[in-house]
T-cell receptor, first 113, second 113 residues
Framework: DVKVTQSSRYLVKRTGEKVFLECVQD?????MFWYRQDPGLGLRLIYF???????EKGDIPEGYSVSREKKERFSLILESASTNQTSMYLC????????????FGPGTRLTVT | QKEVEQDPGPLSVPEGAIVSLNCTYS??????FMWYRQYSRKGPELLMY????GNKEDGRFTAQVDKSSKYISLFIRDSQPSDSATYLC?????????????FGSGTKLNVKP
């Protein structure tokens, strides 16, 4: 079974703090993604990576950065957390191929106060 | 206009009912059509997918795609309380290395015993 794990299930941070969210997948997938999920807005893509050290902006990259130093690990960084970044953050991974099913982690519920 | 529109519900049905969940989309380039199920406090998991048009059946679940109307549906027969979850549709166009997914906002389903 594919497993995608995220470092924290719940996180509470203060405005202005630097926040790191970690994601690890164990199936040697090339592609990794970070989404945020908000009520009524669905999943919105923040960043994705199709290879080590490669990254591409998604739909809402402002206020975020990412790092992929190893194939299995993809980190999301909030440089200076703000209250409007309170959300559920979901990491996913997929293989490159005919059908790129995305496998999701359990999510990190981040609250910025 | 959003790429993918989905009624957020909530939808409440009695056990044993037939459930119909729907999404509309605007991008005629979409070729992959997916349904994800998300239980409370969990990440989404792929339920079914279809490529291009047509129907696909898997047990109590049937996915339908009508590309001429840009409309997809998921039918659940003999619904069970364990089907209570949020159902997300997702769509993707073909590309060489990476298929960006476009998600609906999700429909929350509650099946009452």
């Amino acid at each position: 079974d594919v497993k995608v794990t995220q470092s924290s299930r719940y996180l509470v941070k203060r405005t202005g703090e630097k926040v790191f969210l970690e994601c690890v997948q164990d199936m040697d997938h090339e592609n990794m993604f970070w989404y945020r999920q908000d009520p009524g807005l669905g999943l919105r893509l923040i960043y994705f990576s199709y290879d080590v050290k490669m990254k591409e902006k998604g739909d809402i990259p402002e206020g975020y950065s990412v790092s992929r130093e190893k194939k299995e690990r993809f980190s999301l960084i909030l440089e200076s957390a703000s209250t409007n970044q309170t959300s559920m953050y979901l990491c996913a991974s997929s293989l490159t191929g005919d059908f790129p099913e995305q496998y999701f982690g359990p999510g990190t519920r981040l609250t910025v106060t | 206009q959003k790429e993918v529109e989905q009624d957020p519900g909530p939808l409440s049905v009695p056990e044993g009912a037939i459930v119909s969940l729907n999404c509309t989309y605007s991008n005629s380039a979409f070729q992959y059509f997916m349904w994800y199920r998300q239980y409370s406090r969990k990440g989404p998991e792929l339920l079914m997918y279809t490529y291009s048009s047509g129907n696909k059946e898997d047990g109590r679940f049937t996915a339908q795609v009508d590309k001429s109307s840009k409309y997809i549906s998921l039918f659940i027969r003999d619904s069970q309380p364990s089907d209570s979850a949020t159902y997300l549709c997702a769509m993707s166009a073909e590309s060489v290395n990476f298929n960006k997914f476009y998600f609906g906002s999700g429909t929350k389903l509650n099946v009452k015993p």
